[in-house]
């Protein structure tokens, strides 16, 4: 695996390192020791899978607070999308920043979101198929989510935004207390 730091303090591109033969390809997309050799979490607690219908459906920027902060290994699996991590860590160097990249099923880059940050993603092609491990399983009493058009971060969507839950647009916007 090719571990690539971003501009956000902790996230990470992973890319996969494919053996090719006459058959196609075997590569690692996961490797506890290569995580640890990173300096990455390399626990996993629950795998989780999403599917989205249409091109232009945004999920997120949902986050665990603590006790159940989560790290998150985030790939495509069919279709594609806009993936985005943003820096919730009051102190953090990147406070307040965002990282997207495309991720894709063909590339099979993943993106690793580290504990206190927030992530979205918007598809890009019909019937998308998004899987990602986190080191901690779901905590309903720690789940929640800031706006993804918030002006603190100031994301930009490489697609409008055609299908979103209530539940995601209607996260409060980021405290300004909290960008002080």
Not at 18 to 44: I, N, S, T
Not at 50 to 55: D, I, K
Not at 129 to 138: E, G, T, W
Request: proline share 7%; charged share 20%.
């Amino acid at each position: 695996m090719i571990f690539t730091e971003t501009s956000i303090s902790g996230v990470f591109v992973i890319g996969l390192e494919p053996r090719r033969d006459e058959r196609g390809f075997f590569a690692r997309q996961w490797c506890a020791d290569e995580f640890k050799r990173a300096g990455l979490d390399p626990r996993v607690a629950q795998i989780n899978t999403t599917h989205s219908l249409a091109a232009g459906t945004l999920r997120g920027v949902h986050y665990q607070k603590a006790p159940h902060a989560e790290v998150k290994l985030v790939r495509c699996t069919r279709g594609a999308v806009f993936d985005v991590a943003v820096d919730l860590r009051p102190g953090s160097p990147t406070f307040c920043q965002w990282f997207g990249i495309e991720l894709d099923a063909e590339s099979g880059r993943m993106l690793y979101i580290p504990e206190g940050c927030g992530h979205a993603f918007l598809t890009l092609a019909p019937a998308t198929d998004l899987a990602y491990q986190a080191s901690v399983p779901y905590s309903s009493d720690s789940a929640t989510g800031v706006r993804h058009d918030d002006p603190a971060f100031g994301i930009v969507w490489p697609a409008p935004v055609n299908v979103i839950s209530a539940q995601d647009q209607n996260w409060p916007r980021f405290p300004a207390a909290a960008r002080s």
